[in-house]
């Protein structure tokens, strides 16, 4: 049966950078939803210490929260070979992070849309890196699910695998039970392509979903196609409560319960507050109990 997590997207600049909320008081928070499990992101971590690591999943577990997914940010579109092993590196250490916590899933990424990689490039450099760490992931029980991402909110390009095209052109050359998408509609939206059409090329490996909801300020779809890869997210685009934007959930849910989905679907709301999160998760609710029971 599919369950339902939450990120912290309001709460971001709190949480990395200015550490004005803990961890812990993001949990505390998170507990007064109707949810079963948070997401996390490396950055809302004080400290990566065993101890400190092991209090965030106790005081989760206290507050009857599992911990489902990292959503981490791999950098792999870089020439340098020294660099995406560093970018290795970091995702190792994800992956252990995650099964600390007791997660199942930990994300990868292409990296960013950097304008001195050609197409190519940037393809088969992480194609290399997913497939290299694959085998350690598998050894830790850990699955990584690939997304298809707009832009990490701290990286300067957006991401090199935004568009469907070079997304598919990446998970084709990915075979492995230990590896699956991270279905994110929005993101679609951002690009100027229908979530639809991006679900119905990727729904058969589709393993955990992202949760959110668009609203034009002004324009069309349209004017998001002649987008240029900006720095920064779309302006004429601004989130909203789920199932009031521009996704279809209803096309959407019965989609991924055709496919026999049941996984993972985590909130990616309330950059408006916690009231509008909780009506997202009221709706997300009503809509997971008609499309894949209760």
Not at 104 to 120: A, T
Not at 142 to 154: A, F, Q, R, S, T
């Amino acid at each position: 049966m599919a369950k339902l997590s939450a990120f912290p997207k309001a709460f971001m600049d709190d949480l990395c950078v200015t550490r004005t909320m803990s961890l812990f008081d993001w949990i505390d928070l998170a507990a007064t939803l109707e949810v079963d499990g948070i997401e996390m992101y490396p950055g809302f971590f004080a400290s990566f210490e065993p101890d400190y690591v092991a209090k965030v999943k106790q005081h989760a577990d206290s507050k009857n929260l599992e911990i489902p997914m990292m959503c981490c940010s791999p950098d792999f579109t870089q020439h340098d070979a020294a660099e995406r092993e560093k970018e290795l590196e970091k995702e190792r250490f994800w992956i252990d992070l995650t099964a600390q916590l007791g997660g199942r899933f930990c994300r990868v990424l292409s990296g960013q849309r950097r304008e001195d990689v050609s197409r190519e490039d940037g393809i088969r450099y992480t194609v290399e890196c997913i497939n290299a760490v694959i085998p350690y992931a598998a050894e830790r029980n850990i699955v990584l699910n690939m997304e298809n991402h707009y832009k990490d909110g701290y990286w300067k390009y957006p991401e090199f695998a935004q568009r469907l095209d070079v997304f598919l052109d990446v998970i084709n050359q990915i075979d492995s039970p230990w590896f699956g998408v991270n279905f994110d509609p929005s993101n679609s939206i951002i690009c100027g392509e229908d979530p639809l059409d991006v679900l119905a090329a990727v729904k058969h490996r589709v393993i955990t979903m992202h949760a959110s909801d668009r609203y034009l300020i002004s324009g069309t779809i349209e004017d998001l196609k002649s987008q240029d890869g900006s720095t920064g997210y779309a302006k004429n685009l601004k989130h909203g409560v789920i199932g009031k934007g521009l996704n279809d959930y209803d096309a959407i849910f019965s989609t991924l319960k055709k496919e026999g989905f049941d996984g993972w679907i985590s909130i990616e709301d309330g950059e408006n507050g916690m009231d509008e999160l909780r009506e997202s998760v009221r709706f997300l609710r009503g809509k997971m109990a008609e499309h894949f029971g209760s």
